[in-house]
């Protein structure tokens, strides 16, 4: 079966620090992985999309690694800002009709 | 939320009636989708639309309906059928090449 999980579902930083979010996909063939940042009622902004021969793309403050090996991707922040606070969803291009498959999402709040 | 704009952003309903989220797009492009995002839930797809007047069930198309007489326009109607028919609604269209996808600011529609 096709999935995207996350992790962590949820997680607090203090701003200016660091912090990594997790992304693994079981889904096959796999076209492409993408973050997307969605602040609260609003909808998806697109940070990052890497294809399968990309290792890392930078947007910013913000990393997407992808191993396609391993199907595992992460997405590193830094120097988080209150802006920041957000959830962070995965996407995965692929299965054997090209959709999209989401994942849930990491709710990431950053704390004064 | 580029080009595309939904409207209303809240929307309150009785039980029992239909209502009609509308979802327009200045981005000339051809596919269009819709999503249901209820809380600690990845989107789910509704139904979307690759070309003007032909349009394909996603996963949870029961208790909707759409219409794509328009390459611009991609209403989705919330019939008295949906169980469940409080929640997030967001409209998305897509470019070729990469399939890259960009989303509306969202529908919060709410029955009562």
């Known amino acids: 079966k096709n999935q995207v999980e996350q992790s962590p579902q949820s997680l607090i930083i203090l701003e200016g620090k660091n912090c990594t979010l997790q992304?693994?996909?079981?889904?096959?063939?796999?076209?492409?992985l993408r973050w997307y940042k969605q602040d609260t009622g609003r909808g998806p902004v697109s940070l990052t999309i890497?294809?399968?021969?990309?290792n890392t793309k930078s947007n910013g403050r913000y990393t997407a690694t992808l191993d396609a090996d391993t199907k595992q991707s992460s997405l590193h922040i830094t120097a988080s800002q209150l802006s920041d606070s957000a959830s962070y969803i995965c996407?995965?291009?692929?299965?054997?009709?090209?959709?999209?498959?989401f994942g849930k999402g990491t709710k990431l709040s950053v704390k004064p | 939320d580029g080009g595309i704009t939904q409207s209303p952003k809240y929307l309150f309903r009785k039980e029992g009636q239909n209502v009609t989220l509308s979802c327009e797009q200045n981005?000339?492009?051809?596919?269009m989708y819709w999503y249901r995002q209820d809380p600690g839930q990845g989107l789910r797809l509704i139904y979307y639309?690759?070309?003007?007047?032909?349009?394909q069930k996603g996963d949870i198309a029961e208790g909707y309906s759409v219409s794509r007489e328009k390459k611009e326009s991609f209403p989705l109607t919330v019939t008295s059928a949906q169980k469940n028919p409080t929640a997030f609604y967001l409209c998305?269209?897509?470019?070729?090449?990469?399939?890259?996808?960009?989303f509306g600011p969202g529908t919060r529609l709410t029955v009562t």
């Open positions: 998305a269209s897509r470019t070729a090449g990469l399939n890259e996808q960009y």
């Open positions: 992304c693994n996909y079981t889904v096959s063939p796999f076209s492409n």
């Open positions: 890497m294809t399968f021969s990309e």
């Open positions: 996407v995965v291009s692929g299965g054997s009709q090209g959709n999209l498959i």
């Open positions: 981005l000339n492009h051809d596919a």
């Open positions: 639309s690759q070309i003007v007047n032909d349009f």
